[in-house]
């Protein structure tokens, strides 16, 4: 982790992303020359190749040699180079100030405006989103604006591809993309022109995905896409499942639209009528576009597909939720009715990340006041007059963005420049509560926030009419109207001064605070990100001596002052807040945000669907406007039986809270082709004809003889499994999060393998389930002396990137943890007490907490624990396992790669 110097300098990461992704480039790297401070490719690996930043210290032709910063010399051609004409912030801080300030109308504006803006910009005070950092001025292609959200597709062909090709395009710039399918007729609904039946709007939704995940393979940035459906929808059910029963939708988030009559049928367990225009009406095609109660308001019929209990609905979001922390809940109606522009252009969708919720047409224009800089050591307390300041020019800033980018969409250029739509955030929150000694989630933190925000709010508000009285007001404004917003009328509420200014003077943009994640801009100023806590306060860097642990920034200095001492209760991280704690904290903030926030509510391992929905709810009690959260591990949960007693109970809570992984158990195991037939047999799906039926028989029985042929080519080695096997599960910490290693046997003897790592649908979760499909394999075919000894073998020691724990409780990968769960398994289920008496018996290994005084671990292995580890993925900028679930989306804690910026 690079740390941001007071005299601005950058060093390490900080400065690496620095050059690479914001920094102005000269295209023309023949160009370079000795001295030249240049990114060489240090590693050429077409999925995950590494840059070092370092100086030209020699040039031979085209041959180049660079003396990287960690003092290694590479030799490389000028081809591979990246040259930047920046060097140093002070440079792209002058850029960015002139670029602004250039649309001011007079040569006194600019000069004014250039001197402010850089005032701002200064010791990283604003921190410009990084599609302005690295667009302005640098080329009249490179759009300001980081997300968008488009119409929802025309319910026709047409109107679909239209669609698609407007995502296309704007993903092919970099930016991510909002889509609601709600103006898709529901599955197998009656399309007329082809004497046909539709697909539904999750299959189109399928396409979006499809296309989505081309673009992040041709590209050098991910495509990065939202996709929300009603609560009314038809399809909602369908929607909700999608990524744990059908595998049509991989590339996006996904996200329901929940109305407040929704809400209170599910708290009051009242019946839920899905619905849809009659598609029959002869002003369908001209007039639906997914609002649907526009179309009631025009008369038009609405069909009753179906009735549902609500409550069944909200329990399988908040399954789905618990499960793989999808599908998101976004309150739309409420947010609506908090809106600004409620009463001329209704939100339809978010972006991607959740944080902006946007018109057909809308974008998000993005920057984040660095609070860490705020810090009155002498006062003990925020420096408000200087806070004051650079909310009320970071407002013009950002306003000035607008005219400034260039448009690719004629629609996008209409919308935002009739409502000139802002989002000035923040990052350092956490940062300044610890130099304030305000412990995260706290009774008190909640007064501060409440406090900090609504400050900023009010100045951003004041300094939006002061230049909607020079320069004038949106055009779509009308002051009575703009005034009864729900969030408005909180605003005036507090502070009548904002009222009155707003009458008086008018309203430069219709929105003017958005929260949204800061995961490579806040690593590279070196402070925490967004709204969150830091995820952790410990790492380890690599050097020529080796691997040394380090802190963050903040957390180093204290430790500097207090060596051998613990860090304080107000040094806390994601992990070790409650989930209430991270949605309470949300609410506060809400309150002075009129967009929304970008923030995720992490869970632990043992969160279960009934907290989960207690936390959904809570956050709508408290006027949160969307909820994201994280469990650690996701699918890794099981619950076991120990004793006795309890063996009913526990039997009977695996089954409702594990329903999928035993699911998905079945299906890999080794016999899922005869077990697949007899489930297919029994399912009840109306869709499926006498003759599919017939096809599935003749598939299963076909299998049946493969697995006869195949005990013949083993010499009879394999043995079929049976329907009850004795086994232990051991929970095991890995550098990856918590492994679930399940171990049965079969004649005395282990006979298979079961690894549960990481969220469902990850790099991780996949590799690890492979592993253990191979090492069951090799358990039950052929003959090859002792098994276990020879798999433990060639598995103990292997290792990656990281470990954890230390000496005999050491784990250096997934495959070592499997290695260690072999060793103690046979002693385990031969031990005399209660636990081999059950089908699966429960082994807690690895979980006390590591020694203080040990050898330095051999990779980064950043924790919040010191006894456990949050799972993580695998990160597809730099390959680490350093990918971890924050402000809505996910972060690389190695690099600094962010899926949403």
């Not at 001025?137 to 929802?152: G, K, Q």
């Not at 035993?662 to 799906?685: A, C, F, H, I």
């Not at 000496?807 to 060793?823: F, H, M, P, Q, Y």
């Not at 008496?837 to 020694?851: C, K, R």
Request: proline share 4%.
């Amino acid at each position: 982790m690079g740390i941001a110097k007071s005299n601005n300098k950058l060093d390490g990461l900080s400065e690496k992303i620095f050059l690479d992704r914001y920094a102005l480039k000269n295209a023309d790297t023949s160009l370079a020359k000795v001295g030249d401070t240049v990114l060489v490719l240090t590693k050429d690996d077409p999925k995950f190749p590494a840059k070092e930043v370092g100086e030209i210290i020699s040039r031979e032709g085209n041959i180049v040699k660079v003396k990287t910063r960690s003092g290694e010399t590479v030799a490389s051609s000028v081809e591979k180079l990246t040259l930047n004409i920046e060097k140093t912030p002070e440079e792209m801080w002058d850029r960015l100030a002139g670029a602004m300030a250039s649309v001011e109308a007079t040569p006194e504006k600019r000069a004014e405006w250039t001197d402010k803006f850089r005032y701002i910009l200064d010791d990283w005070k604003l921190v410009p989103g990084g599609r302005i950092a690295a667009g302005a001025d640098a080329s009249d292609e490179l759009t300001l604006f980081n997300c968008y959200v488009i119409p929802s597709p025309h319910d026709s062909r047409g109107g679909i591809m239209s669609t698609l090709t407007e995502m296309t395009e704007i993903m092919s710039r970099g930016g991510g993309v909002g889509i609601n399918l709600s103006s898709l007729r529901p599955r197998r609904s009656v399309v007329k022109g082809v004497n046909g039946s539709s697909s539904g709007a999750v299959s189109w939704g399928g396409l979006f995905s499809y296309t989505t995940g081309l673009i992040e393979q041709g590209g050098s940035r991910r495509g990065a896409l939202m996709l929300m459906i009603n609560d009314w929808h038809p399809d909602l059910e369908d929607f909700i499942t999608v990524k744990s029963t059908m595998g049509q939708i991989t590339n996006a988030n996904l996200s329901v639209c929940v109305s407040n009559g929704f809400m209170k049928a599910v708290k009051e367990d009242l019946d839920w009528e899905l619905v849809f225009p009659d598609t029959t009406d002869p002003d369908y095609n001209d007039k639906w576009d997914g609002n649907l109660d526009a179309w009631k308001k025009l008369g038009k019929t609405v069909k009753p597909y179906r009735t549902v209990k609500a409550r069944e609905v909200w329990h399988t979001i908040m399954e789905s939720a618990w499960k793989s922390a999808e599908p998101g809940v976004v309150f739309l109606e409420y947010y609506n009715q908090m809106s600004n522009s409620w009463y001329f252009n209704p939100i339809i969708c978010t972006n991607p990340c959740g944080e902006q919720g946007l018109p057909a047409w809308g974008v998000c224009n993005l920057s984040a006041i660095n609070l860490s800089k705020f810090y009155d050591e002498q006062k003990h307390d925020v420096d408000w007059a200087d806070l004051a300041t650079v909310v009320r020019y970071s407002t013009r800033f950002l306003d000035n963005v607008i005219d400034k980018t260039p448009y690719h969409f004629e629609e996008n250029r209409v919308n935002q420049q009739s409502e000139r739509r802002v989002g000035l955030g923040s990052m350092g929150l956490a940062e300044l509560m610890i130099k304030l000694k305000i412990r995260y989630g706290s009774p008190e933190s909640l007064v501060f926030l409440d406090k900090i925000y609504s400050f900023m709010a009010k100045e951003a508000y004041l300094a939006s009419a002061e230049i909607a009285s020079e320069k004038g007001s949106f055009k779509a404004f009308i002051a009575d109207k703009f005034l009864e917003s729900g969030f408005m009328k909180n605003m005036t509420k507090v502070f009548p001064e904002v009222g009155e200014a707003i009458k008086i003077q008018g309203m430069r943009n219709v929105t003017v605070i958005t929260q949204a994640p800061t995961g490579s801009t806040g690593t590279m100023v070196g402070t925490s990100t967004g709204i969150e806590p830091y995820f952790a306060f410990e790492y380890y860097r690599q050097s020529r001596l080796g691997f040394d642990k380090q802190y963050v920034p903040i957390a180093q200095q204290w430790k500097d002052e207090h060596p051998d001492q613990e860090l304080p209760d107000y040094f806390v991280t994601a992990m070790s807040l409650s989930a209430e704690d991270h949605i309470r904290a949300q609410a506060a903030i809400q309150t002075w945000v009129d967009s929304s926030i970008s923030k995720t509510a992490n869970c632990p391992a043992d969160f279960t669907v009934e907290d989960t929905t207690r936390l959904y709810e809570l956050a709508f009690d408290l006027g949160c406007k969307g909820v994201t959260i994280y469990r650690d591990g996701s699918r890794d949960v099981q619950v076991l039986s120990t004793s006795s007693d309890k063996k009913g109970e526990k039997t009977e809570e695996t089954s409702e809270r594990n329903e999928n992984s035993e699911e998905k158990r079945q299906e890999n195991s080794l016999e899922k082709n005869e077990e697949k037939s007899q489930e297919n047999s029994e399912e009840k799906n109306e869709e499926k004809s006498e003759e599919k039926i017939q096809e599935k028989k003749e598939e299963a029985a076909v299998a049946l003889e493969m697995d006869a042929r195949t005990e013949q080519v083993f010499d009879k080695q394999y043995k079929r499994r049976p329907q009850i096997l004795r086994g232990a599960t051991y929970k095991v910490n890995t550098p990856f999060g918590m492994a679930y290693i399940t171990i049965n046997d079969m004649n005395g003897a282990p006979s298979e393998i079961f690894l549960n790592v990481g969220k469902a649908g990850s790099d991780v979760f996949a590799m690890s389930e492979a592993l253990g499909r191979v090492c069951s394999l090799f358990l039950r075919y052929g003959d090859h002396g002792d098994k276990v000894k020879l798999l433990v073998k060639h598995l103990k020691g292997i290792g990656g990137s990281g470990a954890i724990g230390f000496g005999t409780n050491r784990v250096e990968s997934i495959a070592d943890a499997v290695a260690k769960a072999l060793e103690q398994h046979d002693e385990v289920m031969n031990e005399q007490d209660d636990a081999r008496n059950y089908v699966t018996a429960t082994s807690e290994v690895l979980d006390a907490p590591a020694p203080a005084a040990a050898a330095a671990p051999t990779g980064p292995s950043p924790s919040a624990h010191a006894s456990s580890v949050a799972s993580k993925d695998l990160c597809t900028a730099c390959g680490s396992a350093s990918l971890v679930n924050s402000e809505g989306c996910k972060n690389c804690i190695n690099c600094g790669y962010s899926r949403c910026n």
